[in-house]
């Protein structure tokens, strides 16, 4: 049961990162809890799917609809995750103001909350489907039922509470910087995805891996330890990346901040720049 | 100029053609949730396809930190994974849904 649980707290603790930044990029947002609950349970229904379909998945491409299929649905997250806070750029100053005007309680309309829901459902469906594939072909083997629900049950407490954890944490960050901290992390967790969608595609010998371990830094921090895959989930650490997955993640990380950095410097140079009313004739 | 530019388109389209026909293949078998062979020797400096076949009914992943590969394996199935090229040395890989008993390494010399 030990076992199990600790393959299940895994999964779900990649997902469970993600939900918990997402609540907190979206403090204050009404019935914000009611879309990332509904992304939750698509994610859920979608790992189900996603898991009875690996036969069917595996055999796409010449055998590599799998890498395929993993890549593609993490590039749609950076997607989702990049619009996000590019919008932020875009429209963050104004509802700061707002919120501070009205009181928290912006309404859901007013921020990406689909992007942000289609990033947790990715990633439930994403770190969901292993789990189930993994609990199914435990019981086919033989395992006991109530075994495997102690050790599921064990595994998504876990994940959950750490989650959790880090959430209270993050509300600690003063109000003043809070946003920005979430869109940092946001950023950070994309550029971190983006990183393994190109592992996905120069396992599947899509992409050239350039060099197939540019560093190795194990020793220093291992995925396999807790810490690690904090790491690995909040900023995308690799003890052993790919030339192509550090590639990707300055790749992604760079263009985003420089979309979010040109988005937001380009409004605030039209409120500055004052308006010229002088009516134009025919003779000036 | 025009005979340059197609040299280099043709040079180009050369490269992005997958060297798959020359890329020599091992086999790894997945029986009772254990890898055979357990120890792979394979050379190093080359890109080598592994070919993974899972003889048992359930699911194994096959998942490995060292080789920055994980991959699932339905059961009854085989699945191809491309490694390398390697640095001589010992890689550990392991069965994600069975780690007590699938562990095994490939060793590239």
């Known amino acids: 049961m030990l076992g199990s649980s600790i393959i299940v707290f895994r999964e779900v603790l990649e997902a469970a990162l993600i939900v918990t930044i997402v609540l907190a990029a979206t403090r204050g947002v009404r019935l914000r809890g009611f879309w990332v609950g509904g992304g939750l349970v698509a994610g859920i229904l979608g790992a189900v799917l996603v898991a009875f379909s690996t036969d069917a998945i595996s055999s796409m491409m010449e055998g590599l609809g799998q890498e395929i299929f993993n890549a593609a649905v993490l590039v749609a997250a950076v997607l989702m995750l990049a619009w996000h806070n590019i919008w932020m750029s875009a429209h963050g100053r104004e509802l700061a103001t707002r919120m501070k005007s009205i009181g928290l309680g912006v309404g859901a309309g007013e921020l990406p909350m689909f992007a942000l829901t289609s990033a947790v459902t990715l990633a439930v469906l994403r770190e969901g489907s292993e789990v189930v594939l993994f609990l199914n072909g435990m019981a086919m083997s033989g395992e006991s039922t109530a075994a495997l629900i102690g050790g599921a049950a064990l595994g998504v407490a876990g994940g959950g509470a750490v989650g959790v954890a880090m959430y209270f944490g993050l509300l600690r960050v003063p109000l003043r910087y809070f946003f920005q901290v979430t869109g940092w992390m946001i950023l950070l967790l994309a550029a971190g995805l983006g990183a393994s969608a190109a592992g996905f595609l120069e396992q599947a010998g899509v992409l050239p891996a350039l060099d197939p371990m540019l560093w190795d830094s194990s020793w220093l921090l291992s995925e396999r330890s807790l810490a690690g895959q904090l790491a690995h989930t909040l900023v995308g650490y690799q003890a052993r990346p790919s030339g192509i997955a550090v590639f990707a993640w300055i790749l992604t990380f760079g263009t985003i901040l420089v979309l979010m950095k040109t988005i937001s410097t380009g409004k605030a140079n039209r409120a500055a720049r004052p308006v010229d009313d002088t009516p134009v004739t025919e003779n000036s | ?109």
């Open chain 2, 1 to 109: 100029m025009r005979h340059s530019s197609l040299l280099l388109a043709g040079a180009l389209a050369i490269l992005a053609i997958p060297a798959a026909a020359d890329t020599p293949q091992f086999d790894l078998t997945i029986k009772d949730h254990r890898f055979e062979p357990e120890t792979l020797v394979v050379p190093a400096g080359t890109k080598i396809k592994l070919s993974i076949s899972n003889l048992d009914p359930t699911p194994e992943e096959f998942e490995s930190h060292e080789l920055n590969r994980e991959k699932i394996v339905p059961g009854g199935k085989m699945a191809i994974v491309f490694i390398g090229p390697l640095e001589a040395g010992e890689y550990r890989y392991y069965g994600e849904f069975n780690q007590d008993t699938a562990q095994g390494r490939i060793v590239a010399e």
